[in-house]
């Protein structure tokens, strides 16, 4: 009788393993996927955040009253302030997208170099815009053009676009872009911004 009941005991079967192997197999086929996706995120976040910034530099630029410094005569008024956009950064950062081909760029924080090119009227100081951490993607500003392609809110002569573009998955053939733009209403002398951030090809 005892042995009869040691033989009794069931275990369990070829089909139930596989059933449990396969689903473990597409809980960890989720759990990777779900991974990349955060890892990814984060990175594009560091995109939208900087551009977010890059445009703030340039609606504040614009709206700084900018005076030429005069001796004004007696009696006499000054010339009076005048309100204009940052002229365009002479070239991303880095220069070129290759430096970011599925990996980081550390900005070059010299005298002249990266986003230190450029005057109180041009580029990335009249911005007051820099970074000194690795970044991931190729920073640009550029006055009445556009870097970002099929922006549906492209900039016009009167305004600017503030750009990034990234190369996550290092094929080097398709790019991510991201950009925001503003433009100046020369009749009232305000400027307003897009909407939202524009996003084209996110995680390529």
Excluded at 53 to 60: D, F
Excluded at 133 to 140: E, L, M
Excluded at 187 to 203: C, D, H, R, W
Aim: hydrophobic share 45%; aromatic share 10%; proline share 3%.
């Amino acid at each position: 009788m005892r042995a009869n009941k040691r033989f009794d005991k069931r275990g369990f079967t070829l089909v139930e393993l596989m059933i449990v192997v396969a689903i473990i197999g597409v809980l960890a086929a989720l759990a990777i996927y779900g991974v990349r996706r955060y890892l990814a995120t984060a990175k594009t976040s560091e995109a939208k955040n900087t551009i977010g910034a890059i445009s703030s530099g340039a609606q504040a630029s614009y709206e700084r009253e900018t005076v030429a410094s005069q001796l004004v005569a007696e009696g006499a008024a000054s010339t009076a302030a005048s309100h204009a956009l940052c002229l365009s950064a002479a070239a991303t950062v880095p220069a070129s997208v290759a430096s970011v081909k599925a990996t980081k760029y550390q900005p070059n924080s010299a005298v002249g170099q990266d986003f230190n090119v450029g005057d109180s009227l041009t580029g990335w100081p009249c911005l007051k815009f820099t970074m000194s951490s690795p970044i991931y993607y190729v920073y640009g500003y550029t006055k009445g053009g556009n870097l970002a392609p099929a922006n549906p809110a492209a900039a016009t002569a009167n305004g600017f676009e503030a750009s990034a573009q990234g190369d996550l998955d290092g094929d080097g053939a398709v790019f991510s872009w991201f950009a925001r733009t503003g433009d100046v209403n020369t009749a009232t002398g305000t400027i307003k911004l897009a909407s939202q951030v524009y996003v084209f090809q996110e995680f390529d």
